[in-house]
């Protein structure tokens, strides 16, 4: 009697990036074969890649990507939230510090109203 082939289960980022390529795909009224069509790929290679069951080589990506009319980026998952409030504050002054320095006119402003309305905002904790 043959062997079972082992099931080998994927890390949580291929199960995320699962969801966000189905979520994606479906938000734009394609079928997994029309998507498959466009990015030059099997029918079954996006059914795997929709159920978790393989991870896409960057190439592919930027064909996936390219055939749902989105940047690379949308197609990955958000990097984990940090656990604790200390944490996401040094995650959030990390990204002030390296966005401040190219930020230009019409950013400085959409920030300076974002960061009063929270200044004002009664939810803030101080």
Known sequence: MPSK???????DIVRAFAERLRGTRQ????????LATKADVTFSYISRLEA????PGIDLLERLAKALGVGITELLPMPAMPATAAMRRDQ???????VLPKAGQETLAMLEVL?????????VSR
């Open 92 to 98: 959030v002054k990390g990204l002030f510090e390296v």
């Open 52 to 55: 978790g069951g393989a991870a």
């Open 27 to 34: 938000a734009r009224s394609m079928t997994q074969r029309d």
């Open 115 to 123: 960061l009063a309305r929270l200044a004002e905002s009664p939810t």
């Open 5 to 11: 082939k082992p099931t080998i289960r994927q890390a």
